[in-house]
């Protein structure tokens, strides 16, 4: 364990979380609603600190960032608990599980960085369930990583408090944002959770210099209107220019939402123009075949630069993050 940062001490052993916009009281005993801060004693503790259930070396595209040193591995590491309820969780064992349901061995920053190096992994990956909810551990694993060399990007889904946000900041280089929806409703009905905070945060990384990278799994029926998807496309647009990446990626069943189909690839092919008409230059798509949506173009040429399969780099064209005519291309390169 490890005693939590942002949170304050209440009357009769209570304690606030102030880490995530929920801002749980937690009375002594008890969890916070991500199940992975305690109240122990009239202190708030880490229950997930070097207590990763999930370790694994990934392709850096898997994450997905199509920007940031492609063709990399990445040692992506995740804990048990969120604060967030999404009932399309494909990590939903990780992510709806308290950190007793797991046997797990300990793993210090020390060994995790270790762990990176040995395996030639230049980046780690803070990821698999949310990972403000193992904040400290993350915080202290970037530093090590850092001091080594080594880059830190995180999977989120940006619903953290401003002041952690901005000290995370100093720590990672990457962010991939999962905006879910432009709309509310679906927040409140599918996530258990608001919008506003994770506008903010994505406002907050752009402006800290932290490389970004937007994804938006589409759910038929759900979250698969057209208008919203344009929307959204306006507002990354006005707020962070063109030349963040947008992901759209495919829903397929599971959690909570098994009852409903797969997402069609026509519906992100729309969405995927829809971004481009607005002026966004570099739109993706993801978790099913695609070719265009798959490979990296010059926006002002139109060049291949960036051949993938499935999650595989098989040519990378970009030399000094430009194209041959002269573009520059946005992003984190070799």
Request: aromatic content about 10%.
């Given at each position: ?251 397929y069943p599971c959690y909570k939402l098994l009852g409903y189909p797969p997402t069609k690839p026509d519906i992100l092919i729309k969405a995927r123009n829809i971004a481009l008409d607005t002026g966004i230059k570099y739109v993706y798509i993801g ?8 490979n990296t173009y010059c926006p002002k040429c139109g060049k291949l630069l960036i051949d993938r399969s499935g999650f595989g780099v098989t040519t990378n064209n970009i030399k000094k993050s430009k194209c041959d005519c002269g573009e520059k291309i ?5």
């Amino acid at each position: 364990m490890r005693e939590a940062s942002y949170y304050k001490k209440l009357d009769n052993d209570n304690v606030q979380c102030e880490l995530c916009p929920r801002n749980c009281i937690i009375k002594k005993g008890n969890y916070g609603f991500c199940s992975a801060r305690k109240n122990i004693d009239g202190k708030l503790y880490s229950i997930v600190y070097a207590r990763p259930c999930a370790m694994h070396i990934d392709p850096i595209e898997k994450k997905p960032f199509y920007h940031f040193m492609p063709g990399e591995n990445t040692l992506s590491i995740g804990t048990a608990g969120c604060n967030l309820e999404c009932k399309h969780c494909q990590n939903w064992s990780m992510s709806m599980a308290k950190p007793e349901d797991f046997f797990v061995k300990e793993i210090s920053p020390e060994q995790v960085v270790e762990n990176a190096i040995d395996n030639d992994c230049k980046i780690i990956s803070y990821t698999y369930n949310e990972p403000t909810v193992f904040y400290e551990y993350m915080i202290d694993c970037a530093k090590l990583a850092r001091k080594k060399g080594l880059k830190n990007i995180i999977v989120s889904n940006g619903f953290i408090n401003p002041g952690p946000l901005k000290e995370l900041c100093k720590h990672i280089n990457g962010a991939n944002i999962d905006l879910k929806s432009f709309d509310n409703a679906f927040y409140k009905k599918i996530t258990n959770s608001w919008i506003e905070p994770v506008l903010e945060s994505l406002k907050i990384l752009k402006e800290n210099n932290v490389w970004l990278e937007i994804t938006n799994l589409i759910i038929p029926k759900l979250n698969d209107d057209l208008e919203k998807i344009k929307e959204m496309c306006i507002w990354i647009k006005e707020n962070f220019g063109d030349d963040v990446p947008l992901h759209f990626t495919a829903f397929y069943p599971c959690y909570k939402l098994l009852g409903y189909p797969p997402t069609k690839p026509d519906i992100l092919i729309k969405a995927r123009n829809i971004a481009l008409d607005t002026g966004i230059k570099y739109v993706y798509i993801g978790n099913i075949p695609s070719e265009d949506g798959n490979n990296t173009y010059c926006p002002k040429c139109g060049k291949l630069l960036i051949d993938r399969s499935g999650f595989g780099v098989t040519t990378n064209n970009i030399k000094k993050s430009k194209c041959d005519c002269g573009e520059k291309i946005d992003g984190i390169f070799n």
